[in-house]
């Protein structure tokens, strides 16, 4: 060591030292090598000595670890510590005693422990590694073993021990826990028997009551169980008590139901007696209440049977083994079989066999397949419906429900009727559908909701409305929102709205007529209908209303110029009269020379003059009567009229006309032509006209016939001539105003000769017949009521 120190001082400046000098150092180097090389030598020797005692130490503790894992590991526990309080847990031993795999399990607590254990555990952890508080309790894992759990602060850690109880310990801890559990139960028992409202009962071995609950206490009348049971007070009579007495003798089970009084009513009892290790216990279940309804179950069920033989629809029961228990007299109507054959109880496939061989079933290639399906209804859960489609054509709806005793009840209704009705009322319904769509008029009807539930096309056409919008039914409100931009008018909207919600008292029809913004015009009408719906058409009637407006107006015009046509006649009329009548009487002044004499022309001018003027004067009076008639005015002076005289009177008026034309009148009069109550003065203006009237359309040398006839109540005054004849387009006008025709013949006339002959006729209730033909003459008939005139005189 020193040579190595020499060595490693030689390079340091050799300048520095000499010879002497280097001595020294190697001889202070080499001592201090020696002294190192002895304390080394005694301090290995001391560690080598400490080495050896550490390794005692350590061999005996290993063993001492040894020890206490073999002791440890002797019991089923799990040790688990913490060096302070925010340490990790150390854990030793193994927690599947726990049901907990793994031994860091074993704090998870509520794995393993019930859950209030679980929560005592963590507070018990807690205070000990906050407060170092020991803990030590017993408790059952979930898993079944007892635990026993002791915490407490060891050396400054905070140690848990949890160990399972084993042996003796634990034991003891089970039959505890499970003398607990009966106890528990017991009481729980105990509980419920006293407070069942039935009366229940022990009795010891000699058959004495030695408990008894509060309901039987109630039932014998006692004020408490103590009081029956000192005084031997029993439920049951002497009969009933003596054949418990023998089953309890014989240790067997006493069951029967009997009468007995409880507190102070006759009830009836089921009564169970049986042995018990202890002696005997029973209880008593009052029926009364049970018998009482099954007595009036079977009266309805009595009720039942005798409703089900009254109906018509055919009704059959059978049992379990599927024979024939019940069947109404509609079954016997509906298959016809014989009544012996069904009293017999026949199986339900025997039934179906004879119906099959009658021919009163439906017609199947595979019989037994179908018979199998019918008779799967008494394995199934549920009711099961089928039609049968007879070869009489009738249709049978077959519900066969499974009763719940077993067997099938069936009910068979002939629909034949109710299928033929349906499909004739969907025929209808079709046809009333297609009729409703063909309509011009909208309909639309509303149900009691205010919802529309139906419209044909032409609604929605008409109100332009979409076929979807129409189609979601919607409600009043809506369909009048979307009518409004064409009919703005909301007091008919209200109306109408009002109809179909049903707000007012009474459900009347009602109409109205729309004017549209577009100029169409719609008759409105809504009628209740019986369902409580309400329907409602639109019927466009633009063009009748414009029809009937023109109509008016020109009504209107014609009815004016009517009457400036009549007031411009009366005017003239009456202006002429005055005038005319001076005329005439100046010219038949004039006739009579009586202011000087005349010559022959002033004598033929002024007969010519007077002549005129009284044809002049006939036409105003003409006129004038007309307006007199069509005002209502002229009032007719009814009395007896003698027709023959009327007529000779109006014969000799128009005489000179009948001498100057060479015409022959022929007056044909029946005897049972009788009076004529009528207007004397009318009736001979009348014949006057008509004759007239002939004589203007007669040749010379032809005749004019005049006859008078009865027929039944009228009496016919008829004027017949020989002239040309009226054709037929003509016949028609004959009777109007002013109308004139000449016909190729010299008569001219202002044509209200006819038309006055009409409406005096009329006016007694009587009308003119008119019968013509070119080349045949003319033939005029007045009709005249023999009663008219006078009813027209009670009129008036």
């Excluded at 040894?66 to 302070?84: M, P």
């Excluded at 008292?505 to 169409?520: I, K, V, W």
Aim: hydrophobic share 40%.
């Amino acid at each position: 060591m020193a040579l190595a120190q020499a060595e490693w001082l030689a390079p340091l400046r050799p300048d520095l030292f000499s010879t002497g000098a280097l001595s020294v150092v190697l001889a202070g180097l080499a001592v201090f090598a020696t002294t190192t090389s002895l304390v080394y030598v005694r301090e290995r020797a001391r560690w080598y000595r400490r080495e050896s005692a550490l390794a005692g130490e350590l061999e005996a503790t290993r063993a001492q670890q040894d020890r206490l894992s073999a002791l440890l590991a002797a019991d089923a526990q799990v040790v688990v510590s913490w060096n302070g309080r925010d340490a990790e847990p150390v854990f030793e031993g193994d927690s599947g005693f726990l049901g907990a795999p793994g031994a860091t399990l074993a704090l998870a607590y509520g794995a393993w422990a019930p859950p209030s254990e679980a929560k005592k555990l963590e507070l018990a952890t807690d205070a000990l590694k906050e407060r170092g508080e020991s803990f030590g309790f017993t408790l059952r894992s979930k898993a079944g073993p007892f635990i026993d759990a002791e915490g407490r602060p060891v050396a400054g850690r905070a140690v848990i021990r949890l160990r399972e109880v084993s042996g003796e310990r634990a034991q003891v801890l089970a039959l505890r826990a499970e003398l607990e559990r009966l106890s528990g139960d017991h009481k729980a028992l105990a509980g419920l028997l006293a407070g069942l409202p039935q009366p229940a009962w022990t009795r010891n071995p000699e058959g004495r009551l030695s408990w008894c609950n509060a309901a039987y206490a109630r039932a014998v009348e006692a004020t408490e169980g103590t009081e029956a049971i000192k005084n031997g007070l029993e439920l049951l009579d002497r009969s009933e008590r003596e054949g418990a007495a023998r089953a309890r003798r014989e240790g067997q089970v006493f069951s029967t139901r009997a009468p007995a009084v409880v507190a102070g009513q006759r009830r009836t009892l089921d009564i169970l007696e049986m042995p018990t290790p202890t002696g005997f216990a029973g209880i008593a279940t009052d029926m009364s209440e049970l018998e009482a309804v099954r007595a009036d179950l079977q009266r309805q069920m009595d009720a039942q049977v005798r409703t089900l033989d009254r109906l018509k629809t055919a009704v059959a029961v059978f049992d379990a083994s599927q024979r024939l228990v019940y069947r109404n007299p509609g079954f016997e109507t509906l298959w016809s079989l014989d009544p012996g054959f069904l009293d017999g109880h026949p199986r339900d496939g025997e039934i179906l066999d004879r119906l099959r061989s009658e021919r009163r079933l439906p017609e199947f290639g595979d019989y037994r397949s179908w018979k199998a399906g019918v008779q799967a209804a008494y394995t199934s859960t549920r009711a099961n419906e089928d039609w049968w489609y007879l070869p009489d054509g009738r249709t049978i709806h077959v519900v066969a429900s499974p009763n719940p005793q077993g067997g099938v009840t069936y009910l068979l209704d002939d629909v034949t009727e109710r299928f033929t009705l349906e499909s004739r009322f969907n025929a209808l319904s079709r046809t009333q559908r297609e009729t409703l769509d063909s309509l011009r008029e909208g309909v639309a009807v509303f149900g009691s909701d205010g919802r529309l539930k139906l419209s044909n096309p032409a609604f929605a056409q008409s109100w332009k409305i979409q076929a979807d919008l129409v189609g979601a039914a919607p409600h009043i409100d809506e369909v009048v929102r979307l009518c409004r931009p064409l009919f703005p008018e909301d007091e008919i909207w209200s109306e109408l709205n009002s109809v179909i919600t049903g707000v007012r008292d009474a459900r009347e029809d009602y109409g109205c007529r729309m004017q549209r913004r577009d100029g169409t015009v719609l008759d409105c009408a809504a009628a209740p209908l019986p369902d409580g719906a309400t329907l409602i058409s639109f019927a466009d009637v633009t063009a009748s209303v414009n029809v009937e407006r023109a109509l008016t107006e020109k009504n209107e015009a014609l009815e004016k110029v009517s009457r400036l046509r009549e007031d411009f006649v009366h005017h003239v009329s009456y202006e002429l009269r005055s005038p005319l009548t001076n005329i005439i009487g100046f010219a038949q002044l004039l006739g009579t020379e009586a202011i000087g004499a005349l010559n022959e022309k002033q004598r033929d001018y002024t007969s010519h003059i007077v002549r005129s003027s009284g044809a002049l004067l006939a036409i105003i009076n003409d006129i004038l009567d007309l307006a007199t008639i069509d005002n209502g005015a002229l009032t007719l002076e009814i009395e007896e009229v003698d027709v023959a005289e009327t007529i000779a009177q109006a014969a000799a008026g128009l005489h000179d006309r009948l001498t100057g034309s060479k015409l022959e009148l022929k007056v044909e009069i029946s005897p049972q032509a009788g009076p004529l109550r009528a207007d004397g003065k009318r009736l001979r203006q009348v014949l006057f006209n008509l004759i007239s009237n002939a004589i203007g359309f007669s040749s010379p040398g032809q005749a004019i016939t005049v006859s008078a006839s009865r027929h039944g109540d009228n009496v016919h005054i008829t004027v017949a001539d020989q002239g040309r004849g009226i054709p037929a387009e003509v016949k028609e006008k004959v009777f109007d105003r002013f109308e004139s025709h000449s016909l190729g013949s010299s008569h001219r006339g202002v044509g209200l000769g006819l038309s006055i002959v009409r409406s005096i006729v009329e006016l007694h209730g009587g009308r003119v017949e008119l019968d013509s033909a070119p080349g045949r003459g003319t033939r005029v008939t007045a009709v005249f009521p023999s009663e008219g005139a006078r009813m027209s005189d009670a009129a008036e």
